[in-house]
């Protein structure tokens, strides 16, 4: 939500956020702001983002609708809140098509675009496979498959080498404009959770040949699914063989990782290209940028008086409570090239998690 209402703003739309965290950014940035999310969960309470749809943008008063994740498992639901309202993204209908593996495999399939080998029954022998739940997101739907039963409506995905990309694009469900590609790593902080989303750089460069096959094959997907506005295509890559992971279709984390370079913002041409208008190119990246997501090293209220450094992003409110693990903040980096802004964005997620444990200690012991 924050991320959407900063690009947002930068282009002059006032909106109003409905999401799971309400930070202090956010609300700096919207017209409104209500937490929609169930309690103890990182997933929506259902009533509560209908109820407040409804109160703030009733369906009879013209509202547009701009969504990110949290729709994978849900296109009901999404259905349900662009009743009445201008859809500016994906249909309820394509968001269930690219992420049922029986149908985006088989797509890929017939697209010739390559993919790990995927099943809808457990292996015999789980070593080597990954378990998904199609409707989750930020490495939150992903394990390593055991002998245990998996959860319903999961699939087994093999597990293939290679570094773990991605690619931001524009759509018009005709064709699309790559805006960058990106290197993505994971932080598994938890052992339930081992390939949870830990953060990303921009300005990645690619060989010749991946990028354009991949132009070509995504033109291909896109008038195939008819996404539609700003999405995000997961894949490996290994030399000049990229193998593709999914399809997410909304605005990524990633879209941060360009908006500057853009003199209206993202969100502006995410608008544009759901409306069927893309620019006539990309716009080069100014800079390397990176985000990495601060985690709590230990349980902690966030105190009134705790100095977020000013390169931190979804700053959470005060007296919000976080458990070991839990995402804190997101910090960003920007550097003449990827490597560079690495190192700089993992030097100081590290600094803003080393003073949150010397904080949760004196909070505990004073």
Not at 128 to 143: D, I, S
Not at 265 to 279: D, K, M, T, V, Y
């Amino acid at each position: 939500g924050r991320a959407l209402a900063a690009s947002a703003a930068r282009a002059g739309y006032p909106v109003i956020v409905l999401d799971f965290f309400a930070d202090r950014d956010t609300r700096a940035l919207a017209r409104e702001v209500r937490i929609v999310a169930a309690a103890g969960a990182l997933r929506f309470d259902r009533t509560a983002l209908l109820r407040a749809a409804d109160s703030l943008a009733p369906p009879s008063s013209g509202a547009r609708l701009v969504y990110g994740s949290g729709f994978e498992g849900c296109p009901g639901l999404l259905a349900r809140l662009a009743s009445g309202r201008e859809l500016l993204g994906n249909s309820p209908d394509v968001v269930a098509s690219v992420r049922d593996p029986s149908r985006f495999f088989p797509l890929l399939d017939r697209l010739g675009i390559h993919h790990p080998e995927v099943r809808r029954t457990a292996p015999e022998d789980p070593t080597g496979w990954l378990v998904k739940n199609p409707g989750g997101a930020g490495g939150t739907h992903v394990r390593r498959a055991t002998r245990r039963p998996a959860r319903s409506g999961s699939y087994f995905q093999r597990l293939e080498a290679g570094d773990a990309c991605s690619v931001l694009f524009l759509a018009d469900g005709r064709r699309g404009l790559i805006l960058g590609f990106n290197r993505q790593w994971t932080r598994p902080l938890r052992p339930d959770r081992p390939f949870l989303y830990g953060g990303a750089v921009g300005a990645v460069p690619m060989p010749a040949p991946v990028v354009s096959d991949i132009q070509d094959r995504l033109d291909a997907l896109i008038a195939a699914s008819g996404v539609l506005g700003l999405n995000g295509l997961d894949f490996l890559l290994e030399g000049e063989r990229w193998t593709a992971l999914e399809l997410n279709p909304r605005p990524t984390a990633t879209m941060e990782l360009y908006d500057l370079d853009y003199q209206d913002g993202l969100f502006h041409q995410h608008i544009g290209a759901c409306r069927g208008s893309l620019p006539g190119a990309a716009a080069r990246p100014r800079a390397a940028r990176a985000q990495a997501i601060v985690h709590a090293p230990t349980a902690w209220a966030v105190t009134p008086l705790f100095a977020f450094p000013e390169w931190c992003a979804d700053i959470p409110v005060p007296g919000t409570s976080l458990a070991p693990g839990g995402p804190v903040c997101t910090v960003h980096a920007e550097a003449p090239t990827p490597d560079r802004a690495v190192a700089m964005v993992e030097a100081r997620r590290d600094e803003v998690e080393r003073t949150l444990a010397v904080e949760a200690a004196t909070t505990v012991g004073g």
